[in-house]
Structure formats: structure tokens, C-alpha cells
């Protein structure tokens, strides 16, 4: 004969048994099955601003990209911007340039700071760039990108990842602190 408390104790053993192997296989199945985590269009920025510019100077690509990562060059086009001559930065604090991929830059006092990404001597320059009072950890990409035109260079320029609102503002700095005073320096020193 068989004792009815032993039997009560199967039973419910088995069911929780049975339990536990069914919830192994309803999991198992969930991570074979469609991914269930998915972005909606409310998490998808679709008014990201970014800004594209062009321009030519009148001297060649190396020139050009020497202007943008040498330390004394671009220390001379500092001179010659608008944040300077404005008086918003100190005109007596060169910048600081590292020459190396990954290595750090620190721009108009300190006020521009970040890293290069990527470095193709002549061609191609990219960078985590970003104003020093942005939100910590807050890096916007800065492409330059440089193609020979003629007896001169054609800047195409983008910038993208900048907190939202800043496009105009960014824009109008890129004119008057890089595009301009560039473009003087590279006329002088020809």
C-alpha cells in the first residue's frame, strides 16, 4: 500500500519540477524568438541639427591641414579670429596641439577641447570636439575633409553631434573663427 502523504509529496515535487522546466523552455524560446527590445520613434531623433559647410583657399591641401593640427600655425589663425580680436579669449594662450591620432587639443583658451579620431595628412581630419562648458561627456564629431581644386583646396566641413539648439551659434564660430581667419593666414604666408 502506499502511503498518501508520500504520494501528496510526488505529486507536488513533480509539479514543481514541471513548473521549472517549463519556465527553462518558455525562456529558452523567448531568447531563440524574435528580439522583443526594440527602438520606438520616439527614442529616434529625427530633428538632429548638423552643420555643412564649403570652402576654398587659395593654397594646397597640405597647407591646409598642416594650418589645422600644427600648434604655432594655428596659433597664428587664433590671432587673427574673431574670438580674439572681440576680446572673448585672451589673445596670449597658444593653443595646444597633439600631432597623434587619439591625441588631445586644446583651442582659444581653452575654451575648444578634444581629440583626433582620425588623421590622413592632407586629406582628412576628424574629431571629438566639443565647447568646454557642454555638459561632461559631451562630444560633438567635426569632419574636415580636404580635396585639391585647381591650384587651390576645397574644405568640405561637418559637424554633427552638438547639443541640440547650438547649430546657428556653432555655425557663425566656424565662419569667424576658422573659415576667415584661415584663409588670411594661409594669403599671408604663401
Known amino acids: 500500500m ?5 504520494s501528496a509529496g510526488l505529486a507536488r515535487a ?18 531563440l524568438g ?3 527590445a526594440r527602438a520606438s520613434d520616439d527614442e529616434i531623433s529625427h530633428t538632429a541639427e548638423a ?14 591641414y598642416d594650418a589645422l593640427v600644427d600648434a604655432k600655425q594655428f596659433n597664428e589663425v587664433v590671432q587673427l579670429s574673431g574670438a580674439v580680436k572681440s576680446g572673448m579669449v ?69 559637424h554633427t553631434g552638438f547639443p541640440q539648439g547650438m547649430g546657428q551659434h556653432l555655425a557663425a564660430g566656424w565662419k569667424a573663427n576658422y573659415w576667415e581667419p584661415l584663409a588670411k593666414y594661409l594669403a599671408g604666408s604663401t
Open 2 to 6: 502506499t502511503d498518501p502523504t508520500n
Open 14 to 31: 513533480a509539479t514543481r519540477r514541471q513548473i521549472i522546466i517549463s519556465s527553462a523552455a518558455a525562456l529558452g524560446g523567448m531568447a
Open 34 to 36: 524574435e528580439p522583443r
Open 51 to 64: 552643420i555643412h559647410q564649403e570652402v576654398v583657399f587659395q593654397a594646397t591641401c597640405k597647407r591646409v
Open 90 to 158: 585672451p589673445a596670449n594662450k597658444p593653443p595646444e596641439i597633439s600631432r597623434e591620432v587619439g591625441g588631445a587639443f586644446t583651442l582659444y583658451a581653452a575654451v575648444i577641447v578634444g581629440r583626433h579620431i582620425e588623421m590622413v595628412p592632407g586629406e582628412r581630419l576628424v574629431q571629438a570636439w566639443r565647447v568646454a562648458d557642454w555638459h561632461p561627456g559631451v562630444y560633438s564629431i567635426a569632419r574636415f575633409e580636404l580635396a585639391e581644386q585647381d591650384s587651390s583646396t576645397k574644405l568640405v566641413f561637418d
